[in-house]
């Protein structure tokens, strides 16, 4: 075709080259430098429960994201696009859980260290119905009624939250609103009505549990040994943690004192 006597390239078949259908990186595909920094940053907004906006133009103005367009881009998807780029709800998730039970004080490097250490849990199905069951036939994630629910009453993942949520605020002299907050919401969205049930008992009746006392208790007391000896006890509970995955708060807090005991 022609206009005004020049001929004009017309758009053909081919065309430049497009992308739209390759698949986008992860973040396990970033450089490991910039992959790190994004981890350390999603780590510190889960602590502080959120990124306002100096932290995120911190990040983008950081050398290893500037000089790096597939990180830009990556981080882009997130904050221009509204997007959740692959593998970033993944490792928030990931955070959010490992936060629950971990110390007040605990840092960004310490909590991607915690998630690096846990054990999985096993995928819940509805085929998991009788595991799901207490003795008394109920499902463990409903409300008991007649009588108020002990932590032997709830799923072990409520409780194993729950018991480091009370275990972090003793050793560290208190924690911060944020980490109840948090702890409410991961327990709303996992519909478990009895940990629910359990947390507000404080408030409804003026008093703590038992076994809640029992646990603040073991707790005092481990606090009050570790730091006759110097020892920063959410420090200590914290690598003990990180050290053993699979056990429980109950028996992290017996091995910390026989370990205390022998200095």
Known sequence: ?????????????????????????????????????????LAQSCLKGGASPSDVAALYTAPEIVTDPEATAYLDRRYVDGELPRGWRELQDDLSEAAL????????????ELVERRAPLPARSIFDDPDDLDDDGQRCDARLIGRDPLLEDLNEESRRAIEGHIVSEVL?????????????????????????????LPWEHGARPTDWDELRDSALRL???????????????????????????????????EEADRR
């Open 1 to 41: 075709m022609h206009s005004n006597g020049v001929e004009q390239d017309q758009p053909s078949g081919e065309g430049p080259e497009r992308h739209v259908d390759e698949p986008r990186s992860a973040l396990d595909d970033l450089a490991p430098a910039t992959a790190q920094l994004i981890r350390r940053f």
């Open 101 to 112: 039970g971990a110390p007040s004080g605990t840092t960004p490097d310490a909590l991607l």
């Open 172 to 200: 560290g002299h208190g924690l911060a609103a944020i980490h109840t907050m948090q702890l409410r919401e991961r327990l709303e969205a996992s519909s478990d009505e009895r940990a629910l049930q359990y947390l507000d």
């Open 223 to 257: 606090r009050a040994r570790l730091e006759a000896r110097g020892q920063d006890p959410t420090d200590a509970f914290q690598r003990a943690a990180a050290q053993h995955p699979g056990l429980d708060v109950a028996a992290i807090l017996t091995l910390l004192a």
